[in-house]
């Protein structure tokens, strides 16, 4: 039982080029999401996939796109990334939606030069 | 804007000691409260939620509500060196469908002392 899993672990990117964050889970949660964390921001809420074949946004989702490919899998994609873009992304997944426990993947650590 | 503070520490307290941390939020719904503890470099780890005013406690670990003061807490007692991290506090707005987001506050740094 792996949990949440999440490919790669690090990447850097030169501007304007595109890449996809993959995320995957084994437990069976309906509720998938990807944050990202910046020093003296805390973790900011990208998109989230309340349930298989949906998707909405979160906090900061300029700039990203998702795909919940299944029940499993949830990618991020950056389509040209920028420098501000530079950060921890981690994937997390829950049950269900609303009041329940999130956990959390091991993160991809992605810098924009 | 809904918000969850914390300070940011460090806080430094002897092994044994107890370690209190606090967070506050702005959001008079809120209806669920979770801690997190992240290791530098990893990942946040669930170590407590609470969803009622008053205290739940597992292991070394207490949690604290009070929705009056919009207030809660995290005590660890008996701190020992592999409690130092960062804690997230974390905040569910409101209940019912669409209550997705948590809204997380900034982590105070703890560090145990040998």
């Known amino acids: 039982n792996a949990g949440v899993t999440q490919t790669p672990k690090f990447q850097v990117l030169k501007t304007g080029q595109s890449m996809t964050l993959q995320c995957a889970q084994d437990?069976?949660?309906?509720?998938m999401y990807w944050y990202r964390q910046d020093p003296g921001m805390g973790l900011r809420l990208i998109y989230y996939?309340?349930?298989?074949?949906?998707?909405d946004k979160g906090e900061v989702p300029n700039g990203y796109n998702v795909s919940r490919l299944n029940k499993r899998e949830f990618s991020l994609r950056l389509e040209s990334a920028a420098p501000s873009q530079t950060s921890v992304y981690f994937c997390?997944?829950?049950?269900?939606?609303?009041?329940?426990?999130?956990?959390f993947g091991p993160g991809t650590r992605l810098t924009v030069t | 804007q809904k918000e969850v503070e914390q300070n940011s520490g460090p806080l430094s307290v002897p092994e044994g000691a107890i370690a209190s941390l606090n967070c506050t939020y702005s959001d008079q719904g809120s209806q669920s409260f979770f801690w997190y503890r992240q290791y530098s470099g990893k990942s946040p780890e669930l170590i407590m939620f609470?969803?009622?005013?008053g205290d739940k406690e597992d292991g070394r670990f207490t949690a604290q509500l009070n929705k009056a003061s919009q207030y809660v807490s995290l005590l660890i007692r008996d701190s020992q060196p592999s409690d130092s991290a960062t804690y997230l506090c974390a905040v569910n707005p409101y209940s019912g469908a669409g209550s997705y987001q948590l809204t997380f506050g900034k982590g105070t740094k703890l560090s145990v002392i040998p």
């Open positions: 609470i969803y009622s005013n």
């Open positions: 997390a997944s829950s049950e269900a939606p609303g009041l329940v426990k999130q956990y």
């Open positions: 437990m069976n949660h309906n509720s």
């Open positions: 996939s309340a349930s298989e074949g949906t998707t």
